[in-house]
């Protein structure tokens, strides 16, 4: 069992930066590659960046790619999605999702999931 919360979210302004973390509680945190992902209104959820369990591979959506970084830190059990040069169009509630082994792109592989976090970016 693998408890995921997620904070940081908020209202920015476009061209700002937001960090969003998630925090995780439960036994072998590294063994599960995090996922986060996000819903906009009226839309499916979609994958925005996954990081391995040991934190040694990435992987992003095209929509993001260089202006997210996404980072864990297996001491203290929690995950950071830095997210730079925020448009309109990144507005969506974000969630955190575990996975035993690698992380995944496919929001069915996941078994854990956060409550998620509203970012909300005016233009």
């Known amino acids: 069992q693998v408890l995921l919360v997620e904070s940081g979210g908020g209202l920015v302004q476009a061209g700002d930066s937001l960090r969003l973390s998630c925090a995780a509680s439960?036994?072998?945190?590294?063994?599960?590659?995090i996922g986060w992902f996000r819903q906009a209104p009226g839309k499916e959820r979609e994958f925005v960046a996954g990081i391995s369990g040991s934190g040694d591979r990435s992987s992003y959506a095209d929509s993001v790619k260089g202006r997210f970084t996404v980072s864990r830190n297996n001491n203290k059990n929690t995950v950071t999605l830095q997210m730079d040069s925020l448009r309109p169009e990144d507005t969506a509630v974000y969630y955190c999702?575990?996975?035993?082994?690698?992380?995944?792109?496919?929001?069915?592989?996941?078994?854990?999931w956060g409550q998620g976090t509203q970012v909300t970016v005016s233009s």
């Open positions: 439960g036994r072998s945190f590294s063994s599960y590659g």
């Open positions: 999702a575990a996975t035993p082994g690698e992380a995944a792109t496919v929001a069915i592989w996941y078994d854990y």
